[in-house]
């Protein structure tokens, strides 16, 4: 059915596009981009602003009482009481996040690369690989505090240790999945294993790679606020504990609240820079999405 | 150096795998002399593709020797030019940059390269495409983007594997006119397998027959066309007419047999 569609579509197309070209059609401005991306986008949005009404309904017509669930009102009054404590403690965690998210993916691919290359190196990391994702974060977040005080590194830390291994699978995945016929004609070309790394192998992996960064981008941000549950002075987490503590409804919605659009942003970003880096990959996704719809 | 573009040489080949053994290939023996234009023919699966996959060193042979210009082949050869049976294109790269990976990874001086990278996008009709993604093209758009890309170096050995069952017929044709020409021009050896007979039999110095599995030599046709093939002509004369029957008659017989 798909494919159905989506070849007329691309027959319709070619024809439409044979007097300009077909490099324009291939590579979208960024602006173009940018409005193709809302387009697709506006769907999760309005569901978002539903879900907001729906809470805004429920507090005002007070089926629940206030301190259980503060109205919207409540809840952005309360930023707007003190500004400047969320969004030192926002910068805390997104600080910790965007640390733990980069060191993830850096150790991650190279993780990844090596273990593509090696069976033996692959059969012995595999599974501390699995034995790190397997322990609850929680568990040993305290053991982190233990040995690296309080500070950032053991929410930073944590926050690794979460977003890590779906980088490391979708990566190896990625790694493995290249057409063995491409590996092929590349060695009758007379590669080295660095040109084939690097043309052929490295790109071809790339769009299992972000959607394991999606992934990755979340749980580092849930990673930084455990890490903050466990021993912080700082961050959303320590908001979210301390309202807890003071049973300060509002300002606990408010650290919840940031702390989703924290997360919803980077993989938003993620996303975007998904598009942006593999055109190529997107715009195929893009038409079979879309016929689908 | 021996006289022999590519000799193979009593070979088998056999796949072992967990769930079977298949012998892909047992006691082919075939000879090609430099600047020979040979083709494949044989039912699917009786080892076309791993016979080119040999002579070019991607695949060893269980048993028996295979040389390339005298030379024993281990191991995969960067001296030919391979078109694979699915076009194999890099889907991030456009058609041009697709056909200049050759020349990438061969770190052959960019401008030649470039220059005869137009040459051959012009002669195989990608003009207007070189910039299209390969998912932007049609099959057989995408088995000339790995034409040229095969071409690419001027290689001495040429091994094409099925390189135009996408294309139309009249495509086929042109095709066929213009890598008979490219052929005569560049003084290439070639082997085609293809699944055409007349494609074989215009095209070719000598028609190789495989009988189905395990893959054998059935048969050697030779093809005693004068050299100047226009494609009509061709067609028309007894000895094409001959041949083709011949071959028929050949790859029926077997297939009636099984
Ligand atoms: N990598 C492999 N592992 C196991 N068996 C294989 C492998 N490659 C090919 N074979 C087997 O070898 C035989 C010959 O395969 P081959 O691809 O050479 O056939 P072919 O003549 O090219 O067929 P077609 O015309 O359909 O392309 C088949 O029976 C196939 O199952
Ligand atoms: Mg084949």
Redesign the pocket.
């Known amino acids: 059915m798909v494919t159905h569609t989506q070849s007329a579509r691309t027959g319709q197309r070619e024809r439409a596009g044979e007097a300009s070209g077909v490099a324009e059609r291939g590579r979208p401005g960024i602006g173009q981009r940018l409005g193709g991306f809302l387009e697709r986008s506006w769907r999760p949005f309005a569901l978002l602003a539903a879900l907001f009404v729906a809470w805004w309904g429920v507090t005002a017509a007070e089926l629940v009482e206030p301190y259980l669930v503060p109205s919207p009102g409540d809840t952005f009054d309360a930023i707007a009481a003190r500004p400047e404590y969320f969004w030192e403690h926002t910068w805390t965690t997104t600080y910790e996040t965007i640390l733990g998210f980069v060191i993830a993916i850096a150790v991650g691919v190279v993780a990844a690369v090596a273990m593509v290359q090696s069976s033996t190196l692959e059969k012995t990391l595999y599974p501390l690989l699995l034995f790190a994702q397997v322990i609850p974060k929680i568990a040993i977040a305290p053991l982190f505090v233990v040995w690296l005080g309080f500070g950032l590194g053991p929410k930073i830390l944590v926050a690794v240790l979460m977003a890590f291994f779906p980088v490391v699978i979708s990566m190896v995945t990625g790694l493995k999945s290249v057409d063995p016929e491409m590996l092929q004609l590349s060695s009758t070309m007379g590669a080295k294993s660095g040109q084939t790394f690097w043309k052929i192998r490295f790109p071809a992996s790339l769009p299992h790679l972000f959607s394991g960064l999606k992934v990755a981008a979340t749980m580092a941000v849930t990673g930084a606020v455990v890490g903050e549950f466990v021993g912080a002075n700082a961050g959303l987490g320590f908001v979210i504990l301390q309202a807890n503590g003071n049973l300060d409804t509002p300002v606990l919605f408010a650290g919840l609240l940031i702390m989703s659009l924290l997360g919803v942003l980077l993989f938003v970003i993620v996303e975007w820079l998904e598009q942006l880096l593999l055109p190529w990959h997107a715009s195929r996704r893009d038409e079979g999405a879309s016929t689908t719809l | 150096m021996a006289g022999y573009a590519v000799e193979i040489d009593d070979v088998t080949v056999r796949?072992r795998?967990k769930k079977r053994d298949?012998t892909?290939l047992t006691d082919v023996t075939m000879r090609v002399e430099p600047g020979e234009f040979v083709s494949i023919v044989?039912p699917?699966?009786?080892?076309?593709?791993?016979?080119l996959k040999l002579a070019s060193g991607l695949l060893p042979a269980s048993t028996g020797d295979v040389r390339l210009f005298g030379e024993p082949v281990h191991g995969p050869r960067k001296d030919i030019g391979y078109v694979f049976?699915k076009a194999a294109l890099l889907e991030w790269r456009s058609a041009r940059k697709n056909i200049l990976l050759q020349a990438e990874m061969r770190k052959l001086p960019p401008k030649e390269a470039a220059a005869r990278a137009d040459e051959l996008i012009e002669m195989t009709g990608l003009s207007g495409f070189e910039d299209a993604l390969p998912h932007e093209l049609s099959g057989g758009m995408q088995q000339r983007v790995a034409l040229c890309r095969a071409l690419l170096h001027r290689p001495p050995v040429l091994l094409m594997d099925?390189p135009f069952g996408a294309l139309d017929a009249l495509t086929r044709e042109q095709m066929n006119v213009e890598l008979r020409r490219i052929w005569q021009e560049t003084g290439t050896t070639v082997l085609l397998?293809t699944?055409s007979i007349a494609e074989a039999v215009y095209l070719s110095d000598q028609v190789v027959m495989i009988s189905a599995?395990p893959?054998t030599v059935a048969g050697v046709v030779d093809v005693n066309l004068p050299v100047e093939r226009d494609y009509g002509p061709t067609m028309a004369e007894p000895e094409f007419a001959k041949a083709t029957r011949h071959i028929r008659d050949h790859l029926g017989a077997a297939a009636a047999a099984e």
């Open positions: 796949f795998s298949v892909a044989g699917s699966g009786c080892g076309k593709s791993t016979l049976q099925e397998v699944h599995r893959g």
